[in-house]
């Protein structure tokens, strides 16, 4: 799994839009699809303990990611069905094409641990993994472990390199950005949201969600590599021991489900990323048709 | 009979630049520093209202001691952008 760089990804979609979205697509459409995968699967993959008995998956990994369980909400096809969903409901494409680039998002960035994500289901469950770094959510270890596994790997490189795509891409968090492309996107929400906040605590709320991902990248690294004492084979170490060869870290078990070949597995990504691009690209002009004769019967039944 | 009228005060203008580039300073230092050793606070909830509170928050609470309004004017200006939804 990722961590930081979901949050990042959010900018860095929203700095990377078609150039004819630009100023159209919902912000927050974004972040709710980029955030849903985890929002659906994640709470059970830690668990709770409570009076020593612990609540939670048996497996997190097939939880997570796997079929049977919650694997299908890291897949492109529930994606498009919530994108659908959305688009039937709301007739905006704003927050339809919004939802889906953020939701693609995730669930492309997840092909990097060793557990990956069923791809291409529902026509094979199998999962699609580049096994970049170890997948760590185990029932003993909880989230603790993993976000020691996963800031001592190549996933601490790879927040690092979400983090750079967004700062190369600095004025997405500027308030002229925001004033200019993000609230156009979304106006009645940012206004709706104006009613208690002025614009700089709007801006703030723009800019949260990148400051949740930079702030806790640095503290669950400061935690991993300075604060944490973990015995390791017998072996007190004075922060977890930094591995950032693929497949790493070498002291956490490298859990994997039923897969493809690693090397089919980044041109497939990338193929999908760029056919969700052109899907969106494609279908944004039809779109504005669909989303005016709604809004022409919306204001005729008023 | 004297007529009264309640007199609002005016929003206050915004914080200088500086007090801005403070403010989200000292958000990320005291979320960091805090969430190393509590680790609870590492969540997305609490990591966004964090910032929200520090930068929009801390003024609003002292505009409230002051008696000032804390929410914004209604009106044009309330409006962050003036652009009709597309």
Known sequence: ?302 | MTETRRTRRPYPPPPPKWVDVLLYAGAAVSYIGFSVYFKWLLDWIVGPVWLVAWVWGIPALIRLVRHQPVRPPRGPRSAPASEEPR
Request: include cysteine.
């Open chain 1, 1 to 302: 799994m990722s961590w930081a760089a979901h949050q990042f990804e959010v900018y860095a979609v929203e700095a990377h839009l078609p150039k004819k979205m630009v100023g159209q697509v919902s912000w927050f459409a974004i972040f709710f699809g980029d955030f849903t995968p985890d929002f659906l699967a994640k709470f059970w993959v830690y668990g709770v303990t409570i009076n020593g008995h612990h609540f939670g998956a048996s497996k997190p990994d097939q939880w997570h990611r796997g079929w049977p369980g919650m694997g299908i909400s890291h897949t492109l096809f529930f994606g498009i069905l919530v994108t659908i969903g959305i688009w039937a409901w709301k007739r905006n494409r704003a927050w339809t094409i919004g939802y889906l680039l953020g939701f693609a998002a995730h669930v492309l960035t997840d092909v990097n641990d060793s557990v990956g994500t069923m791809l291409m289901f529902p026509f094979t469950t199998l999962s699609w993994s580049l096994h970049t770094w170890a997948y760590a959510a185990t029932v003993s270890g909880g989230k603790y472990l993993d976000a020691a596994s996963y800031y001592s790997s190549l996933g601490f490189v790879m927040d690092l390199f979400w983090l750079v795509v967004v700062l190369v891409s600095w004025r997405c968090l500027t308030r002229e950005f925001w004033r200019t492309n993000v609230v156009p996107g979304d106006p009645y929400v940012w206004s709706w949201l104006g009613q208690w906040f002025d614009d700089r605590g709007l801006l703030a709320i723009y800019r949260s969600v990148f400051f949740y991902g930079v702030c806790r990248m640095i503290a669950w690294s400061a935690w991993a590599h300075i604060v944490a004492r973990p015995v390791i084979n017998g072996v007190v170490h004075h922060g977890y021991p930094y591995d950032l060869s693929w497949n790493g870290p070498w002291w956490v078990k490298h859990v994997t489900l039923p897969h493809v070949t690693p090397l089919i597995v980044l041109p497939a990504a990338l193929m999908l990323l760029g056919f969700v691009y052109l899907v969106a690209n494609t279908i944004w002009d039809r779109m504005a048709v669909g989303q005016s004769s709604a809004n022409a019967s919306r204001k005729l039944r008023r």
